[in-house]
């Protein structure tokens, strides 16, 4: 079960309902947290009306601030993704649709990333696309090029 694609997701709960089942004929023990959450609360500010925009931007403002124009995603959005652990652009990217817009990322992946590496608190070339290996920079200009020689 480990390492399925597509249409595993759309396969994954018919696939939980086995694996318990495997699991549960093995001996294993199963047990229900009580603290489990069953529902997931995602802002969609694309989804608000005039007023539940506002009033959002007020408790929030980086909900204030468009991110991805093609998908209307905000700041805000991407940081609360980073918060339940995206932790690189694609995975910004499959927790708020913010670059599977008409430009396909052209114009918002460059700051999704600089809010990941402000999030994260790891430098720009740190951040990856879609995990350990795929940075996005590769590398610094050399100060001497700038004609910053002891910079």
Known sequence: MAGIESPGLTAAPAIAVEVREILSK???KLVKKDDFIDTRTVVRFRDLNFQERAELIEK???YGKIICRCETVTEG??????KRGARSVDAVKRRTRAGMGRCQGGFCSPRVA???SKELHIPMDKVTKSGDGSYMLVGRIKETLRGEENA
């Open 77 to 82: 959005e991407i940081v609360d993704a980073i």
């Open 114 to 116: 600089e809010i990941l």
């Open 26 to 28: 093995a001996g294993l």
């Open 60 to 62: 929030d403002p980086r």
